[in-house]
């Protein structure tokens, strides 16, 4: 089955304690890119992958990393978590970065990261 | 920087109603679509529209993006307890086709 698969679902987790969040896809999709999503905010884009070892920084890239070594795989990393870094997370891929109905986004199913 | 506003922000009624909900900006979108996310779950893509007064159908939803490209509507006809969602729209922004906009969504609750 084509899927987005995120790990953890839910990440419970303190101030300043590195975490990083998972992401795999199994589609070949060369675009890859993470979102948070925050009441009254939307969805905002926080970095995003045209392909291997090309990463660019979206919206609110501030206080956080990713890697592209593999297409299949687009971790987030939280070096220093912060308490307003608590969000629902989305990774999403598509076949391509280029906008158009060729090329919609998938969704993983969310990670719930709570900072305290 | 393009911007995206959708209303209602959240809107309830019974089922068997009919409803539309806007997707509205004062810039051109290369492309639109609309996502439907629904609780514990990413958002799905529901339809991508392309062209400037293109309308589709998806069973008892109907999209129209705007003759200009700078606004698009859902329809849903005969509301149904599993339309229940968030609706999402999001445009592929027309200066870098690198980006996509979304919008903030209309939260829809359909009441048996």
């Known amino acids: 089955e084509a899927q987005v698969t995120q790990n953890p679902r839910y990440l419970i987790t303190v101030t300043g304690k590195k975490l990083t969040v998972t992401c795999s896809q199994n589609?070949?999709?060369?675009?890859m890119s993470w979102y948070r999503q925050d009441p009254g905010l939307g969805l905002r884009q926080i970095y995003y992958?045209?392909?291997?070892?090309?990463?660019d920084k979206g919206d609110v890239p501030e206080g956080y990393k990713v890697s592209r070594k593999e297409k299949r795989n687009f971790p987030l990393i939280l070096e220093s978590p912060s308490p307003n870094q608590t969000s629902l997370y989305f990774c999403?891929?598509?076949?391509?970065?280029?906008?158009?109905?060729?090329?919609?986004?998938?969704f993983g199913n969310g990670t719930r990261l709570t900072v305290t | 920087t393009q911007l995206l506003e959708q209303s209602p922000q959240f809107l309830s009624i019974q089922e068997g109603e009919n409803l539309t909900v806007y997707c509205n900006s004062s810039?051109?979108?290369?492309?639109l679509q609309w996502y439907r996310q629904e609780p514990g779950e990413g958002p799905v893509l529901l339809v991508t529209?392309?062209?400037?007064?293109e309308v589709k159908k998806l069973k008892r939803l109907t999209f129209q993006f705007g003759d200009a490209r700078k606004d698009s509507s859902l329809h849903i006809t005969a509301a149904q307890p599993g339309d229940t969602g968030l609706y999402l729209c999001?445009?592929?922004?027309?200066?870098?086709?690198?980006?996509?906009?979304f919008g903030k969504g209309t939260r829809l609750h359909i009441l048996p």
């Open positions: 999403a891929s598509s076949l391509q970065g280029r906008t158009g109905g060729n090329s919609p986004l998938h």
């Open positions: 589609m070949n999709h060369e675009y």
């Open positions: 992958s045209m392909n291997v070892e090309v990463t």
């Open positions: 810039s051109v979108f290369s492309s």
């Open positions: 529209v392309v062209t400037g007064g």
């Open positions: 999001a445009g592929g922004d027309i200066h870098r086709d690198d980006k996509i906009i």
